[in-house]
């Protein structure tokens, strides 16, 4: 009798597991995986400690996607295991326990305080509301988070909130193919600052080909700081929701506008909440 469980981007949308009732082995696809194999298909005949390589495996194709190892372990909590006979490297039959321990320990996050800042300019507000998302899911995931409009506070403010953040969110709507208002002002003093170690996104609402996005990208890049980009997502983590710069037509009313947004926002949390 195999009995299925919905475990989510764990490394793709579509991963399930499965658990056969009767012999009370795992299935779960990728998860808890090895890279190398050798001729003994279990993990105790392999002849040295997997535990270096299952990390690595780990590390490599499933921390991406850490957020949804909370989904794997409520799935997995009640399970029975005798054995984890995954799609790569060895079958698991000796202290399965401690294997599925080292996937919470290493998908936990840090207890560290973080912070972010997010700065925009805006005409009719729609740059303002995707802000807001912003905000929102960076304060879900524990995140203090200082929002500030950069045409209505003053730049030191907002360099010093840069200073002291972990994350910068910077947005702008376009008009007449560029940035508007104040923001790119603080974008130049940026190049004089040393921001290392930093995570930066750009972000805006347009209407039909977004300039002051790109532009603020350009700006980001000039930086020392880390950019976030769709090139960088995919190639560091196969992951091809998650879009950078975030681009969002008009007002982010549309579920999927939201969406798209939120998914930004919560790869950089992840990425600031990542305790290894
Ligand atoms: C005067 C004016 C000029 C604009 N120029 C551009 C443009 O060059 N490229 C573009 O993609 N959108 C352009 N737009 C559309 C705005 O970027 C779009 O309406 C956006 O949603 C406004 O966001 P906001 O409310 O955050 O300012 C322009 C809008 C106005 C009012």
């Not at 799609?87 to 912070?115: N, P, W």
């Not at 905000?135 to 045409?151: H, K, P, R, S």
Request: some cysteine; charged content about 25%; aromatic content about 10%.
């Amino acid at each position: 009798t195999l009995l299925f469980k919905e475990t989510p981007y764990l490394h793709t949308a579509e991963t399930m597991i499965t658990y056969c009732i009767e012999d009370q082995i795992l299935f779960p696809c990728d998860i808890f995986s090895t890279h190398v194999a050798v001729e003994n298909l279990f993990s105790d005949e392999a002849g040295f400690d997997i535990t270096e390589d299952f990390q690595g495996y780990y590390a490599a194709i499933i921390h991406p996607h850490r957020r949804y190892v909370r989904t794997l372990l409520e799935a997995v909590k009640d399970l029975e295991i005798r054995m984890i006979a995954p799609s790569h490297g060895f079958v698991i039959r000796e202290d399965i326990r401690k294997y599925i321990e080292m996937y919470a320990t290493l998908s936990r996050e840090t207890t560290q305080g973080k912070k972010a800042t997010i700065v925009y300019t805006t005409i009719k507000n729609s740059t303002k509301k995707m802000a807001k998302i912003i905000q929102d899911c960076l304060q879900e995931n524990n995140i203090e988070t200082e929002v500030w409009d950069a045409d209505k506070s003053s730049a030191t403010d907002i360099l010093n909130s840069i200073t002291s953040a972990d994350a910068v969110f910077i947005g702008s709507s376009t008009k007449y193919a560029d940035m508007i208002g104040n923001l790119e002002n603080i974008l130049k003093e940026l190049h004089n600052m040393n921001l290392e170690g930093k995570l930066a996104a750009a972000f805006g609402s347009y209407g039909w080909s977004g300039e002051a996005i790109e532009v603020i990208q350009d700006y980001l890049n000039g930086t020392n700081m880390t950019v976030q980009s769709t090139s960088e997502v995919i190639k560091s983590t196969g992951m091809t929701h998650v879009e950078f710069p975030v681009r969002i037509r008009f007002s982010p009313k549309e579920p999927e506008k939201v969406q798209k947004i939120k998914n930004a926002a919560e790869f950089v949390s992840d990425l600031l909440l990542s305790s290894f």
